[in-house]
T-cell receptor, first 110, second 115 residues
Framework: GENVEQHPSTLSVQEGDSAVIKCTYS??????FPWYKQELGKGPQLIID?????GEKKDQRIAVTLNKTAKHFSLHITETQPEDSAVYFC?????????FGKGTTLSVSS | GAGVSQTPSNKVTEKGKYVELRCDPI?????LYWYRQSLGQGPEFLIY????????DSGLPNDRFFAVRPEGSVSTLKIQRTERGDSAVYLC?????????????FGPGTRLTVL
């Protein structure tokens, strides 16, 4: 089955810096890759997703890149703000379910 | 519009008891998913409904876990003879159609604590 690895597990940046989180997946049949942000005590919230027919997608300060040959995808957050602090999860979908990475705790200090 | 809602938000029970967790999906969404999230981990898939039927229950850990969606909307996750290892946040998600590139929207979760 699908396996998703996510790095780093923790990331600390200064406000205004960029943050990059990387994920790899194992199932070449996966064709949908969402990123979720989870704040303490809340459910995961979709922030951006990418489908396998696209190499890059951008939404304001957030961008995602996908390399299907290498089976990895990355989240890029520019001009980070303190409210970006949260746990971020990548996921991949090959069959029915989303398979999640273990998460990255992002801390943005002002 | 309204998102996915789950009740209760917190549930504390004793080992061996039976619990029911409820999920109200986004109106019109035909697909519904249950996930379980342990502390410090990503959500793990439990079961997927397309309409009223369980299309994939491969993630259910054992036969103490069961879920229903009798009218194709609200779903209930049922856990019998709870064990301390069942303690986790149980998340529900819904999507419009359930196909492989369909966005899943999550609810806030139910935190289950088994004493």
């Amino acid at each position: 089955g699908e396996n998703v690895e996510q790095h780093p597990s923790t990331l600390s940046v200064q406000e205004g810096d960029s943050a990059v989180i990387k994920c790899t997946y194992s199932d070449s049949a996966s064709n949908y890759f969402p990123w979720y942000k989870q704040e303490l005590g809340k459910g995961p919230q979709l922030i951006i997703d990418i489908r396998s027919n696209v190499g890059e997608k951008k939404d304001q300060r957030i961008a995602v890149t996908l390399n299907k040959t290498a089976k990895h995808f990355s989240l890029h957050i520019t001009e980070t703000q303190p409210e970006d602090s949260a746990v971020y999860f990548c996921a991949a979908r090959a069959g029915t379910a989303l398979i999640f990475g273990k998460g990255t705790t992002l801390s943005v200090s002002s | 519009g309204a998102g996915v809602s789950q009740t209760p938000s917190n549930k504390v029970t004793e080992k061996g008891k039976y619990v029911e967790l409820r999920c109200d999906p986004i109106s019109g969404h035909t697909a519904l998913y249950w996930y379980r999230q342990s502390l410090g981990q990503g959500p793990e898939f439990l079961i997927y409904f397309q309409g009223t039927g369980a299309a994939d229950d491969s993630g259910l850990p054992n036969d103490r876990f069961f879920a229903v969606r009798p009218e194709g909307s609200v779903s209930t996750l049922k856990i019998q003879r709870t064990e301390r290892g069942d303690s986790a946040v149980y998340l529900c998600a819904s999507s419009l159609m359930g196909n492989r590139a369909d966005t899943q929207y999550f609810g806030p979760g139910t935190r289950l604590t088994v004493l």
